[in-house]
């Protein structure tokens, strides 16, 4: 019996992590990116331990241990008045509690993780610098052809090629997206740069009226990431390397309680970038005979729970488990699919809530900070799901 083959199209995180589950699984893989030189632009990431999980079963432990920071707890803020709103522990208590650690990490830092990991495996061919233009399929084969003119063919695609993603087009046409009115801003400072802030490490939401601000540090502390989200009309360039005015940045949160004024003011003018927030309604399919997809290209994510990578990191562990059940690749697309639509939903459809209470003002705000307290009992066992998820077992 000859060994399967897939193509992935797309080598981002969620895409090197399906080739590590994939080819672990026994199965050959090709991996298509677009770009000559891998890399992953970006700053920080939360990994949870439902996602971390599938990452230490790829025998990245160490590897992760070299770059990650491990947050002590999750801080919620006004950001009227500085006062702390709740306060949950991460460090140690997450891993006694799922049995797997809440990392942060640079998203470049875990990308070259993933992509030494794919480099060490003969299973895996990487194909860089092709950008794909066309995606068939039969009853028995699925081929993609790249602008080059070269045809690769094999018994499984995956696209897992983002929030703009071909695969998807392909399969199922246009995409829908709306914007949301809001921006958000990202920087990562050296911490070097903020030593009189003292600024606990543990990552901080601080939540204003229309806007809310968000601060972590990586790299083992040697970095600080800021994320500041507000809501802003007339300005929609939805790109993750477009540079903004770092003159709007300060106006917006420049005057907010220390330790948030602090950043912004040491913050690189010449490296903050800004990104309109789009939405897009959960998908009623993902797959069609031996095409599927993964990650952003099935479940984009606004960014108001951190789980966008966690989610790609999950849908790939799940796909690897569906492909070891059934020999049948379209039966095992369509359990992937069916096991994995309804928990990445309830994530979409809550990030886009979060969003709103976050921004809350006025009555709503007071109403919001006076109940958090009494609400930490909820919290803790819808966090339960979250992170107690195992997509190892699905």
């Not at 990991?117 to 860089?128: G, K």
């Not at 948030?260 to 690189?268: G, K, L, P």
């Amino acid at each position: 019996m000859s060994t399967p083959h897939a193509l992935i199209v797309g080598a981002g995180i969620g895409g090197l992590s399906a080739a590590l589950t994939l080819a672990r699984s026994g199965w050959r893989i090709t991996l298509v990116e677009q770009t000559a030189e891998p890399s992953e632009v970006g700053a920080g990431l939360q990994i949870s331990p439902n996602a971390s999980r599938v990452l230490l079963s790829l025998g990245l432990g160490e590897a992760l241990e070299a770059c990650a920071c491990h947050p002590l707890a999750l801080e919620m803020r006004s950001a009227q008045n500085g006062r702390l709103l709740s306060r949950m522990p991460l460090g140690e208590s997450m891993r006694q509690r799922y049995g797997a650690p809440y990392l942060h990490l640079h998203r470049a830092d875990l990308h070259g993780v993933l992509l030494q990991a794919a480099r060490e495996l003969a299973q895996i061919e990487c194909v860089f610098n092709a950008r794909v233009i066309l995606v068939e399929q039969n009853a028995s084969r699925v081929s993609l052809c790249i602008a080059n003119g070269r045809e690769l063919q094999a018994d499984l695609l995956i696209g897992a090629d983002g929030i703009h993603s071909l695969v998807r087009a392909t399969l199922f046409g246009a995409e829908h997206a709306r914007f949301t009115g809001c921006v958000a801003w990202r920087g990562v400072i050296p911490a070097s740069r903020l030593r009189d802030a003292d600024i606990p490490r543990s990552a901080a939401l601080w939540l204003g009226p229309g806007a809310h601000f968000v601060h972590y540090y990586l790299r083992r502390g040697e970095l600080l990431n800021f994320v500041a989200v507000t809501e802003c009309e007339g300005w929609e360039v939805e790109s993750w390397t477009q540079k903004g005015e770092y003159r709007e940045l300060f106006d917006e949160f420049g005057d907010w309680p220390a330790p948030v004024s602090r950043i912004i003011e040491a913050a690189d003018p010449a490296a903050c970038f800004k990104w309109a927030l789009f939405d897009r309604p959960p998908m009623p399919q993902w797959s069609q005979g031996r095409v599927s997809l993964l990650g952003d290209a099935c479940h984009p994510t606004l960014p108001f729970m951190a789980q966008g990578a966690a989610m790609a990191i999950e849908d790939a562990a799940v796909l690897a488990s569906c492909l070891r059940r059934s020999a049948a690749i379209p039966g095992a697309l369509l359990e992937y699919e069916q096991l994995r639509r309804a928990r990445t939903a309830e994530i979409q459809n809550t990030s886009r809530d979060n969003k709103r209470r976050y921004h809350y003002r006025g009555a709503a705000a007071w109403a919001r900070d006076l109940a958090m307290p009494a609400l930490q009992g909820a919290l803790a066992r819808k966090l339960d799901a979250l992170y107690g998820y195992d997509p190892l077992r699905v």
